[in-house]
Nanobody, 121 residues
Framework: QVQLVESGGGSVQAGGSLRLSCRAS????????MAWFRQAPGKEREGVAR???????SYAESVKGRSTISKDNAKNTLYLQMNSLKPEDTALYYC????????????????WGQGTQVTVS
């Protein structure tokens, strides 16, 4: 059974940085796509960045140039480095994953973490 556990959220001032982590277990790294989503109060969950099993990466326009997604297969951990944070980045950030070639639609992902809160003031 796949388990995803996020950490690294917190409260920062605008312009600051955070690195989110997602520890994963119970999956096959060679076929697994992983992604970061976020959901602000009253808004739909939106994709932030994803990394395919072959290493291909894509970002939402809203974070492109400010965020970096990466994966350490040896540690079974997904990361999201976020820089130049803005108040509009405030949201609950989720790690998600699934087997195959993925996209940025939340409905595609069968596995989710519990979320970690990011607050930018």
């Amino acid at each position: 059974q796949v388990q995803l556990v996020e950490s690294g959220g917190g409260s920062v001032q605008a312009g600051g940085s955070l690195r989110l982590s997602c520890r994963a277990s119970g999956y096959t790294a060679s076929t697994y796509c992983m992604a970061w989503f976020r959901q602000a109060p009253g808004k739909e969950r939106e994709g932030v960045a994803r990394i395919e099993s072959d290493g291909s990466i894509s970002y939402a326009e809203s974070v492109k140039g400010r965020s970096t997604i990466s994966k350490d297969n040896a540690k079974n951990t997904l990361y999201l480095q976020m820089n130049s944070l803005k108040p509009e980045d405030t949201a609950l950030y989720y790690c998600a994953g699934g087997n195959g070639y993925c996209n940025m639609r939340p409905s595609w992902y069968p596995n989710w973490g519990q979320g970690t809160q990011v607050t930018v003031s």
